[in-house]
């Protein structure tokens, strides 16, 4: 999907748009222990488009002065955008500020849409024949708080979009991302992994903004790691601010069939961790967690053991991803990681027969009988695999309302004894059958 970043500084009302844009979609919140959803990236619609819009203005740059956030957060629409509103205050006139952004606008290569909020009325459109001096061509009036004129604005927002060819690699070949915090080592494991930073056989532009893919083959096998541009261009102030973090995961997420949780051995796990592995989880992808800088630690027989424990009790929706401990400075266990990644991704592509996995269900339904509510029984009549990546599962029932959340984690869990399906989440769903 495109994305979109609203771009301006403070009061010019950002996130009034931002969530006249989103609507009442930012509510829905999917009931994940463990996961608090951040507002900075949601999804948009507007006639047949589909975006996802970012909310800069809720990265907290922390203390720097007034003009710094304001060319930081620019920077980073710049850095994630494919399209970019540039935001200003019809009342106030154009402002130093307004100048200054501009500045930054210019240089990058992305197209801005110039908008003039709080054109309350018809009156009020005068004050927008400033804003040509800005040199981003005609500004879009608009009014936040009535919510006029964004529809215009979301036109030529659209006319913007890059036209994505996201078919641009073959079925076979895996496509995967490194996620985590800053500094757990995600680009010394990327370049560990491409066998020292310049071997790197070729760089394609993704069709999406400017990542940069690297494709590399191994055993004969196709990989393409995701999304490492962001790695390289490494130093920017923003980088280690936690939501910054979450967005570069976020996108790296959306192009993988599975992703690589970094984890830090000398730091154990820090609650970004989770919210950054919850993602990963929610949108449905194979997950490994992978402890990094395991040379950094003192060791002795029970510590392996420890880490394990500790990652299950905190990441208990990913009870199904394997563990790896690895050093990407020493290279050790290194090698380990892509015979995983290929189980993970097949079992996040494998689809079951069909009278195998009635059989499953039918004997789980025998040894643990269904639960009732009020008199009535749950009755499993046919289950059937709607879907992979990741396998989804849908079980026609008489009633998917007595379908208990613990229920279906019992049958999930015997799909999972029956089947390969390490490291994939899997979905199941109660449909009714009359
Ligand atoms: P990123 O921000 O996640 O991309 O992290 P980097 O790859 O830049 O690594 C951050 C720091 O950790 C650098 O100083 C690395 O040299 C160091 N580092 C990365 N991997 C390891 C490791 O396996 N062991 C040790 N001891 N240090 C590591």
Do not use: C
């Not at 609507?23 to 994940?32: A, K, N, P, T, Y």
């Not at 970019?84 to 606008?105: C, P």
């Not at 029970?302 to 394990?308: A, N, V, Y």
């Not at 195998?356 to 029984?377: C, K, Q, S």
């Amino acid at each position: 999907k495109p994305v979109v970043a609203i771009v301006g500084r403070p009061n010019v009302g950002k996130s009034t748009i931002f969530n006249r844009i989103v609507g009442e979609r930012v509510s829905i919140v999917e009931d994940v222990p463990g996961i608090t959803r951040d507002r900075i990236y949601s999804l948009g619609e507007w006639l047949t488009h589909d975006f996802n819009i970012i909310d800069t203005g809720g990265i907290d740059i922390g203390d720097e002065p007034f003009l710094e956030q304001i060319r930081q957060q620019a920077e980073i629409a710049i850095d994630e955008a494919d399209v970019i509103v540039f935001l200003t205050n019809g009342r106030e006139g154009v402002t130093a500020a307004d100048e200054e952004v501009a500045k930054i606008l210019y240089k990058s290569k992305k197209p801005v849409v110039l908008a003039v909020n709080k054109i309350d009325n018809l009156e009020m459109r005068d004050q927008i024949y400033d804003f040509y001096a800005l040199g981003f061509g005609d500004p879009f009036p608009i009014s936040g708080s009535h919510g006029l004129g964004l529809g215009d604005l979301l036109d030529q927002v659209a006319k913007s979009f890059p036209q994505y060819n996201e078919q641009d690699y073959d079925e076979e070949v895996i496509k995967f991302s490194l996620i985590g915090r800053p500094n757990v080592g995600k680009s010394s494991l990327v370049n560990t992994l491409l066998g020292e930073d310049r071997v790197i056989v070729s760089e394609i532009e993704g069709t999406t903004r400017d990542a940069i893919d690297s494709p590399y083959t191994y055993n004969g096998k196709e990989y393409v790691i995701i999304d490492t541009a962001g790695m390289r261009k490494k130093g920017k102030v923003y980088e280690s601010t936690e939501k910054y973090s979450v967005l570069r995961a976020l996108r790296a997420i959306e192009r993988s069939d599975v992703v690589l949780v970094l984890l830090n051995a000398e730091e154990g796990i820090r609650e970004q961790d989770k919210k950054i592995a919850g993602y990963a989880h929610e949108a449905g992808r194979g997950v490994i967690i992978v402890v990094n800088k395991w040379d950094a630690i003192e060791k002795d027989e029970k510590t392996m053991k420890e880490f394990e424990e500790n990652i299950r009790a905190h990441f208990l929706f990913l009870d199904y991803a394997p563990i790896v401990y690895l050093s990407a400075k020493t290279k050790k266990r290194v090698h380990s990681l892509l015979p995983i990644i290929d189980r993970v991704s097949e079992a996040h592509a494998l689809r079951v027969q069909t009278n195998v996995l009635n059989e499953v269900i039918m004997d789980a339904v025998a040894m643990n009988p269904t639960p009732t509510h009020n008199g009535t029984r749950l009755k499993i009549y046919y289950t059937t695999q709607v879907a992979v990546k990741p396998p989804t599962f849908v079980v026609f029932v008489n009633d998917p309302e007595l379908m208990h959340f613990s229920y279906e984690r019992f049958l999930e869990n015997r799909i999972r004894d029956a089947f390969e399906f390490e490291g994939t989440p899997i979905r199941i769903f109660g449909r009714q059958r009359k």
